[in-house]
């Protein structure tokens, strides 16, 4: 994970917003949001718990350097692996087909649309959707992931606090 520390402290400067993204009913697709529940116990600021709608979060987003979307894709790699990906790898690799309402591509796209936040993708290859619980493997992903986080967190950095709901009133993520 030195390459990916290396990547991460190169590509995410400023301030940083992490994107759970998935659905913690169906195995390891829960991965994103387990991962952003994670980091906020573990004191991270700026993680948003967005689930199966992210799309609803995009104009909290404004003030951002980089938005980091953490969830389960399908890249073909051995189960547990990580990438981490920019927009147009993101548009590229998922162009229409996903399981939240709005592509990772076109959500990037619709993200970096004010030129000022780049997108990104930080992803697990997933085992399986069949249980509630993650598969034991991207389990320890998701371990060392939060502690790689935390260790590359901008301390210092302009605080800039996520918002608590998306901007509809009354509505929960």
Partial sequence: MSDLRQQLERCLRGRVCF???????YGD??????????????????????????????????GFDHVVFLDAVEFG???????????AEMAARFPQIS?????????AWSIESDGKTRAWLLGVQPQSLASPQLSSD????????CELIKAVARIG??????????LAAGVNP
């Fill in 77 to 87: 790699g051995a189960v547990g692996d990580v990438v981490f990906l920019d927009s």
């Fill in 19 to 25: 994107m759970g993204l998935g659905n913690s009913d």
């Fill in 138 to 145: 991207v389990q320890n992903t998701l371990d060392a992931l």
């Fill in 157 to 166: 950095a302009a605080p800039f606090k996520c918002p608590e709901q998306p």
């Fill in 29 to 62: 697709d829960g991965f994103g949001v387990r991962l952003a529940e994670k980091l906020i116990t573990a004191g991270v600021s700026d993680v948003i718990l967005a689930g199966t709608a992210p799309d609803r979060w995009i104009t909290q987003l404004c």
């Fill in 99 to 107: 399981t939240h309402k709005i592509s990772l591509g076109l959500l």
